[in-house]
């Protein structure tokens, strides 16, 4: 007889957990009014890697999401060349669609010239922007929580559910197109260090990704 392990799916769902982290800093930093809100698109992919026990012998079991990724972020200028940020990035596939795996975490960007664009406030109390077309090249960190849950009816472990704290690199360059919406050409690598189950596991993502942020006031 077939054996397959039985595992407890996420009481939460992953999507709630992600949008719950994306509004808490919102409401801390609802007092900014120069908040990047974007969202990006890409080539490459999530995977997990979990060692089961399949029959009496202990095998790795790998499965993944993509090869499409994409993330939604927020974003604030804390400094002259230095951004926070808090992401959701996420790995899905085609057919049948699917997206069970997500890095939710902050982030930090360096800027090596600056800025793409940012506010200030005049003497009257308006806002203004301060912006050139040209390219504003950047390098940064990333650290949060991940997690996975997959499932694939016809795999001899249809299952795995998986979560971990991770860090990451990135780099990219940004475009301004107009005074309120930048274009972002980025790559990153993300994996965990440390795990949440047992038996231990690994979560990793790779993006090739463009994106869009634009100001919200």
């Known amino acids: 007889m077939r054996y397959l392990p039985k595992l407890k799916p996420p009481t939460t769902s992953l999507l ?12 801390i930093s609802s007092y900014a009014y ?4 974007g969202a990006t698109l890409g080539y490459g992919g999530a995977g997990v890697q979990q060692t089961d026990t399949v029959s009496g012998y202990s095998v790795s079991v790998q499965k993944s999401e993509g090869p499409g990724v994409g993330s939604l972020f927020v974003e ?30 902050i982030n930090g960007k360096w800027y090596l010239y600056g800025p793409a664009i940012f506010r200030t406030d005049d003497n009257d109390g308006k806002d203004s922007s301060f912006y050139m077309k040209r390219y504003a090249p950047y390098y940064g960190f990333s650290s ?26 990135r780099g990219g360059i940004d475009y301004s197109v107009d005074k309120d919406m ?32 634009w100001f919200w006031k």
């Open 34 to 37: 120069d908040l990047r809100w």
């Open 144 to 169: 949060g929580v991940a997690q996975a849950h997959i499932t694939r009816e016809n795999d001899v472990v249809t299952s795995i559910t998986s979560s971990g704290i991770y860090l990451g690199v």
């Open 76 to 105: 604030d200028l804390m400094a002259d060349n230095f951004v926070l940020g808090l992401e959701s990035s996420f790995g899905f596939r085609f057919g049948p669609f699917s997206t069970g795996i997500f890095f939710t975490g």
């Open 182 to 213: 930048t274009y972002r050409y980025e790559v990153l690598y993300n994996t965990t260090f440390m795990s949440n189950v047992s038996p231990s596991s690994t979560l990793t993502e790779f993006a090739l990704q463009f994106g869009v942020y």
């Open 16 to 27: 709630l957990k992600s949008l719950s982290l994306v509004l808490t800093f919102v409401s």
